[in-house]
């Protein structure tokens, strides 16, 4: 026996060392922004050239390119030689590629331009299951971003390394079907300003017709017994229990809503649509008003969706000739003039407003916005007037164009402070979105200027990477302790469903199913304003589904506003949890990795003890009660979402509410 151990071991450390160039892999796995990976050859089919260097062998590719290689724990080392083509031919080539190992960075390039020299990457890939070598855009978009990986190898032992294409998994819809009877669903925290006009749509599923009720309501609000719609101004602050209820033929719900009649307004964060990733610069009347419709037609506002929301493109170009953009952009008296696409800001909003719902508009305090569109530098007074008189709720004030006036945090506050100061002066509830991208730990001050949420990271749809970027940052700031009631981090928008495509098309998210329940999921444990950002006049089945699980949304929604922190994490699997109001703990088992993983949440990191019910939300079932650990098995960048519940007090202790 002894023999024969030691014969393998010697057979083990004598297992031969080989090398594999990558260009000999499945090339067809690769995928990229324009055209199809070449083998030894530059993307274009010319010889491999980087800096005036010829190369052999080697990948040709296109940024933004992906390439995914089944390792196994097998190999040894990477290397490379890489650059942009000498055939790109244009100043505005620009790459940076990246080397990952199982999802972790193990090697950057800088930015690198045309005619650069080659660049050397030679990384050691012990244990290291994925290597993933990724060619990216160096910031100015992936036009002749030809990207090379010349005589590129890896040095492995045992079988040989495989080029493969992630599984692309199936849509499955987890959401139960909402019940016929009546449910009320949304916070139970709402927030509004004395003396300002007050509309809050009861979110209720169920079969219609329904009839509304409410006791309790402070004098100057009253309910519409057919919509449900709450409006009216409250005359005295205070915080007034209403206890709601709805009905239909076949029963009855009563739940208890608190009015926080005060200062603050956003309590729990704002839940809505925004036009920007799907309709761009082709955003009009038209679509807002298509937009308001199918928010109440597809059931959304039911589940406490309210804000229709239109994103840059709305006003004129300065200096433009363009007959829909064209034309002065304010009026005789500095009054801002929006474009041909929107006729009568007022009528629309009115129409948002008829149907429940309310309505968001965006700018930026530089002279003109992100899109090239006039901004309002040196008009903010008499732009935060305009938004009020045009009937706005909400305000999204980016960043663009405009040049601080000091230095450091100071200069990066100053706007937000002036436009949060502006909004609070009108005679409506505005809520401020701040959108510089998390300049200065915005999270630090946001709400110090005015501000009810801000962006803390780049748009996630120019390639901000869910994964590796978004849980990296809430994880390293610890972003959850600058959250509470009117105070939101925000993540950038739910990229689900149909996103722009090309020239007004739409195309689907660049995310599969199993990312986009880690998108909603990890939104509503971070507390994050829900703020879908696809085609909402074209939901599919699955898409819908995502955004109608009342027991996820109630996640978002939770007046305790506690956002998740990170509480372990083991290779690429991560647990997240936060505390709600009832007593019970959200907690979601994320695997951000390749292959489907066991994820534990241990009761000694989320903080409990003892035994706990566990609830899967996504399926909204009971799954057993247990002690110390839940264990499930996640898909590849997947979630299990559940709520813990102590089983000795049935979640009946409550936290004391805030707000
Ligand atoms: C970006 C912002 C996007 C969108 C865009 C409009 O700065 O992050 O969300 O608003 O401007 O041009």
Redesign the pocket.
Known sequence: MSLICAALMTLAAMQVTKSLSVSDLDLSTIKQGWGKAVKDRSVTDTPLSIGGRPFSKGVGTHAKSVFKIRLDGRAVRFHAWCGVDDNARSERASVVLRVLGDGNVLWQSPRMTWKQAAVQVDVPLKNVKILTLEGGDGGDGIDYDHVDWADATITYSGKVPLAFVPPLERPIILTPPAPPTPRINGPSVYGARPGHPFLYQVPATGRRPMRFSAKGLPKGLSINPENGQISGRIEKPGTYPVKISASNRLGLATRTLRIVAGGEIALTPQMGWNS?YVWLGHVSDKIMRASADAMVSTGLVNHGWQYVDI??CWARVPGSKDPVNGGPTRDASGNLLPNAKFPDMKALTDYIHSKGLKAGI?TSPGPT???GFEGAFRHEEQDAKTFADWGFDLL?Y?W?SYKAEAPGVEGLKKPYALMGSLLKQQDRDIVLNL?Q?GMGEVWKWGKEVGGQSW?TAD?LGNGYNLFRDSFALYDRQHLESYSGPGAFNDPDYLLLGQVAGPNGTTQPTQFTPNEQYTQVSMWCLLAAPLILSGDITHLDPFTLSLLTNDEVLAIDQDSLVKAARKVSQVGETQVWARPLEDGGTAVGLFNLGDDEATVNAMWADVGLKGRHKVRDLWRQKDVGTYSERFSAKVPRHGVVLVKLTSAASSGRARRRPTG
């Open positions: 920007w994103d840059d965006y916005t992100c899109a999204k980016d663009c959108c991208y962006r748009d």
